[in-house]
């Protein structure tokens, strides 16, 4: 599956309990449609996105790039800080195409 989006943070690198070293970052991708009144509707969807190939990408994975991601989708749920359900998405990324800054 491949995603286009930019990144909501600077990407960092964090270290597993079994030394390997795993590259963190949020991707958000842009979308709008128009509803049955014609306004358009613009609405953003989040993704956590992890890359395990090389750290040294870190640098170039900062806020605002754009990105064309290739991988896979997971979900994941857990319950928050407050007692509510919570989801997310993830993105198992096995190849990244840089298109520019913010």
């Known amino acids: 599956m491949n995603i286009t989006?930019?990144?909501t943070r600077d990407?960092?690198?964090?270290t597993t309990?079994?030394?390997?070293?795993v590259v963190h970052f949020s991707v958000a991708i842009n979308d709008s449609y128009r509803?049955?009144?014609g306004e358009r509707i613009e609405q953003a969807t989040y993704f956590d996105c992890s890359y395990w190939i090389t750290p040294n990408v870190v640098k170039l994975l900062t806020k605002g790039t754009l990105v064309e991601l290739s991988g896979r989708v997971s979900t994941r749920a857990w319950i928050g800080n407050d007692g509510e359900p919570r989801a997310g998405l993830n993105f198992h990324t096995s190849q990244i195409k840089l298109h520019g800054g913010s």
């Open 5 to 7: 989006g930019r990144l």
């Open 11 to 14: 990407a960092e690198v964090r």
């Open 17 to 21: 309990s079994q030394d390997k070293q």
């Open 35 to 37: 509803n049955k009144q």
